[in-house]
């Protein structure tokens, strides 16, 4: 959180300060969900912070004040979503795993008690926000047409604020029934959510509709033996003219950095790519002298 946080009666100055107002905030944030809102007290919330209500009330002056540091510690880590989405690396993904990866990233979120509670109160007593307001929404849609946008270049303004907005308010709908459910039944819910979108953006970012360099791509695979990965990895490389390591752990976090680099070096080693910088930025580029023999 930041320590500017305008919520805070005092600013936590000192490290120990600064946990113990995370510790209280981490509590809140369970409480609210627990009992919701309106029954929660201060003095629950330093109880199950493990903290004197007297410390609490150094920081906050009320259960409101905490609810909107928590509004702010929400928005952190959408803003943090946006950034990691919003990369070549996610964007240039086949149309299941952008979806997938989009999916998971907010279904995680909201296993968090913090947004978990951000999100449903919103939807049901938006007045006592004092961080967020619809605009939060607008933002919403906003950045996900960009998303649309950086995958499918040739979509109009028009149609991929569209998309966003409809995809935008229908998510918003099922996030917050599957938030008011149990576990299991959410589980399904969010697994119902991705084949929705999947149905709905297919012909405007789907595969077919994105510019892959596809001849470039089937040529290459009748010369070399690629698997799926590899075949990502070029398919990045030709895109963007360039991939690196870190591209590639963008690409693929749930594989070792090892493992990438073979991958990439079985590519030197037959000239299907070039490497182009020093070893600390190095990239990585296709062979098109190779490609066009």
């Known amino acids: 959180m930041n320590s500017s946080n ?29 009992v919701g809102f309106e029954a929660a007290t201060t003095h629950t919330i330093a109880e199950r ?3 004197a209500v007297g410390s609490l009330y150094q ?15 929400h928005i952190e880590r959408v803003y943090v979503i946006w950034d ?23 279904q995680e979120l909201f296993e968090q008690p913090t947004s978990r509670i951000i999100f449903i109160q919103f939807f049901t007593s938006p007045t006592i ?47 917050l029934l599957a938030l008011r459910n149990d576990k299991l039944n959410s589980k399904e819910i969010f697994i119902e959510i991705e084949l929705l979108l999947k149905g709905y953006l297919q012909a405007d970012i789907g595969d077919e509709a994105i510019n892959y360099s596809i001849q470039t791509l089937e040529k290459i695979n009748q010369s070399y033996q690629l698997n799926s990965r590899q075949n990502l990895m070029l398919k990045y ?22 493992t990438l680099q073979r991958d990439l070096k079985s590519k030197l080693e037959i000239k299907l790519l070039i490497p182009q910088g020093n070893t600390d930025q190095r990239c990585y580029c296709l062979n098109q002298e190779l490609i066009n023999l």
């Open 6 to 34: 305008p919520s805070l009666r005092r600013q936590p100055q000192q490290k120990r300060s600064q946990k113990r107002v995370e510790k209280i905030l981490d509590a809140a944030a369970i409480v609210f969900d627990e």
């Open 49 to 51: 912070a493990n903290t």
């Open 59 to 73: 920081f906050f002056p009320d259960k409101l004040a905490i609810f909107h540091a928590l509004e702010l510690r």
């Open 84 to 106: 990691k989405l919003l990369r070549p690396e996610i964007t240039q993904l086949p149309f299941s795993d952008f979806i997938h990866t989009i999916t998971v990233q907010f």
């Open 129 to 175: 926000f004092k961080n967020i307001d619809h605009s939060f929404t607008k933002e919403a849609i906003n950045f996900m047409a960009k998303l649309f946008k950086a995958r499918n270049t040739d979509l109009t303004d028009k149609r991929s604020l569209l998309l966003a907005e409809i995809s935008t308010h229908t998510v918003n709908t099922l996030v």
């Open 237 to 258: 490389a030709i895109n963007q003219q360039e991939i690196t390591i870190k591209n590639c752990e963008f690409m693929f976090p749930n594989i070792s950095r090892r």
